[in-house]
């Protein structure tokens, strides 16, 4: 079975602060893919990026960065000097491939995290 | 290029009622996902269209929801009889058929509440 856990439930920093948001997942495909979502007070999720499993390079965007491990199962989620718009639920989600070429994402719990003045 | 929509945004309705919400893809989107998110969890998936073809209902749909593509382009979900826990925000993603991509791209979300 495909699980995603995110552990922290929430997380409460100060502005300019670099916050990392775990996920650690489970599943027995060998070709899978790991998302990252935020998912702001609006409601709408936001597709951040997408990790093939057979990719292990580390990826960094402005302030963004992922760190996959597949050692650890482990596809952490880095924000470097936090800003209050990065205010928002956070969601890691895992996905194999179903014949047909489709793919529904498991969702960890989601990471709340709150960014303070 | 205007994203995923649903409407409507926020629905309140009695125990027992019916109701159905939209979901309009981003255009020349083939697949289309439903999920349903209840509060503090993540979505979790319910059913997915090619085109106009149900390829996959989770068995989180019992026999009270029913979804619809008629033509391939936007898509229904009804709730007969709704339940109090049937309350959740419902959720419709698209993405193109090509295979190099697999994210999914959001809607806003129906907010469903059963009283």
């Known amino acids: 079975a495909q699980k995603v856990t995110q552990a922290q439930t929430e997380i409460s920093v100060v502005e300019k602060e670099d916050v990392t948001l775990d996920c650690v997942y489970e599943?027995?495909?060998?070709?899978?893919?790991l998302f990252w979502y935020k998912q702001p007070p609006s409601g709408e999720l936001v597709f951040l990026i997408r990790r093939n499993s057979f990719d292990e390079q580390n990826e960094i965007s402005g302030r963004y960065s992922w760190n996959f491990q597949k050692s650890t199962s482990s596809f952490n989620f880095t924000i470097t000097a936090s800003q209050v718009v990065d205010s928002a639920v956070y969601f890691c989600?895992?996905?194999?491939?179903?014949?047909?070429?489709?793919?529904?994402?498991?969702f960890g719990a989601g990471t709340r995290l709150a960014v303070h003045p | 290029d205007t994203g995923v929509s649903q409407n409507p945004r926020h629905k309140i309705t009695k125990r027992g009622q019916n109701v159905t919400f939209r979901c309009d893809p981003i255009s020349e989107h083939n697949r289309l996902y439903w999920y349903r998110q209840t509060l503090g969890q993540g979505p979790e998936f319910l059913t997915y269209f090619q085109n106009e073809a149900q390829l996959e209902k989770s068995r989180l749909l019992s026999d009270r929801f029913s979804a619809e593509r008629p033509k391939g382009s936007f898509s229904t979900l009804e709730i007969q009889r709704t339940e109090q826990g049937d309350s959740a925000m419902y959720l419709c993603?698209?993405?193109?058929?090509?295979?190099?991509?697999?994210?999914?791209?959001f809607g806003p979300g129906t907010r469903l509440t059963v009283t």
């Open positions: 599943t027995r495909d060998t070709t899978y893919y």
């Open positions: 989600a895992l996905s194999g491939i179903v014949s047909g070429g489709y793919n529904k994402l498991i």
């Open positions: 993603a698209s993405s193109p058929l090509d295979r190099l991509t697999y994210e999914q791209y």
